[in-house]
């Protein structure tokens, strides 16, 4: 097996410090979707269980980049049509006919199995603070 990279530690320390930023731009690089982690691992020049232990590390103090965003598949259903038996009208004068205007509803299930659902008027800066809650 030919080596590609030869690395010479001199002097009394024989350890690498990284600084918490560059642990982060590591851990993002690493586990960015469809990278592998072994190869970038070899690409940075670290072992991949120091890549796992920081970003556990940066799970359990709330770090940035401790887990990668990623996009949650939405579907949007229409709400069902209810036919209803047509009813005899009662004689005399007629009401007008209601405005048909049916209640938004925002239902979001979220990959933990956390289910909400958003009926009628809602503030948006109140659904984003609840849906960044359960996520």
Same mark, same amino acid.
Do not use: C
């Given at each position: 097996?030919?080596?590609?990279?030869?690395?010479?530690?001199?002097?009394?320390?024989?350890?690498?410090?990284?600084?918490?930023?560059?642990?982060?731009?590591? #851990?993002?690089?690493?586990f960015r979707p469809g990278m592998v982690v072994?190869d970038a691992a070899r690409r940075l020049g670290?072992?991949?269980?120091?890549?796992?232990?920081?970003?556990?590390?940066?799970?359990?103090?709330?770090?940035?980049?401790?887990?990668?965003?990623?996009? #949650?598949?939405?579907?949007?259903?229409?709400?069902?049509t209810v036919t209803e038996p047509p009813v005899?009208?009662?004689?005399?004068?007629?009401?007008?006919?209601?405005?048909?205007?049916?209640?938004?509803?925002?239902?979001?299930?979220?990959?933990?199995?956390?289910?909400?659902?958003?009926?009628?008027?809602?503030?948006?800066?109140?659904?984003?603070? #609840?849906?960044?809650?359960?996520?």
């Amino acid at each position: 097996m030919a080596y590609q990279r030869v690395e010479v530690l001199t002097g009394t320390e024989r350890r690498r410090n990284y600084t918490p930023a560059e642990k982060v731009r590591m #851990v993002e690089e690493a586990f960015r979707p469809g990278m592998v982690v072994t190869d970038a691992a070899r690409r940075l020049g670290v072992h991949e269980s120091l890549l796992y232990r920081w970003r556990g590390l940066m799970k359990a103090t709330g770090t940035a980049a401790a887990e990668p965003s990623s996009f #949650v598949a939405v579907t949007i259903t229409p709400e069902p049509t209810v036919t209803e038996p047509p009813v005899a009208e009662p004689p005399g004068p007629v009401p007008p006919p209601a405005t048909a205007t049916s209640p938004a509803i925002l239902e979001v299930i979220l990959p933990s199995g956390a289910r909400l659902r958003l009926e009628g008027p809602v503030d948006p800066a109140l659904a984003a603070a #609840v849906v960044g809650a359960l996520a």
